[in-house]
């Protein structure tokens, strides 16, 4: 794979900034903090700020794959560990805003179609309160160095096809 050069532009559209306002206030905000730092190259001052923001966000996903997204472009490196931090905090998410719900879901996967482990994956489906663990999506079964496979919550359904509803307790 072929490692990109980061570059204030590049930065910019990463975090999605894509006005030259942004672009500048990125350099700016560079330029300042190195004044006394020289060493600091713009790939190890922009990882901080992304470690930065995943802690100001309490680790939202985004923060991850855009993490994941520099160090496999920028870095040549694998970002299927930031890959499988994403798809667990957006886990978290979801089983948040459904732990009340009264609809039966499930996991299912959405395969990257060119990668043989994600075609394997597809379709498969995972109860939210059990067997799915999101590190069977980014894992070293994957063959590039960023997974693309996702999963998307959808409602449990009977063989007749009706959602399966929650039992009341």
Known sequence: MKIEKITFSKASKLLGIYDKKGRDTI?????????DKPWI???DWFWGKLQK???DTKGAPEVYWMMSQFISRFEGKSGLLYDRL??????KQDKLKLENDRIEWVAEVIGDPKCTYGIEM???????EGD???AELACKSCQKLRCLCMYSIVGKRDINGRLVWKSLK
Do not use: C, H, S, W
């Open 41 to 43: 190259t713009l790939n």
């Open 27 to 35: 350099r700016i905000e560079y330029e300042n903090f190195t004044k």
């Open 122 to 128: 597809d379709g498969r489906q995972f109860p939210l």
């Open 53 to 55: 923001m995943v802690l």
């Open 132 to 134: 799915f663990n999101p």
């Open 86 to 91: 994403a798809i667990e905090a957006r886990l």
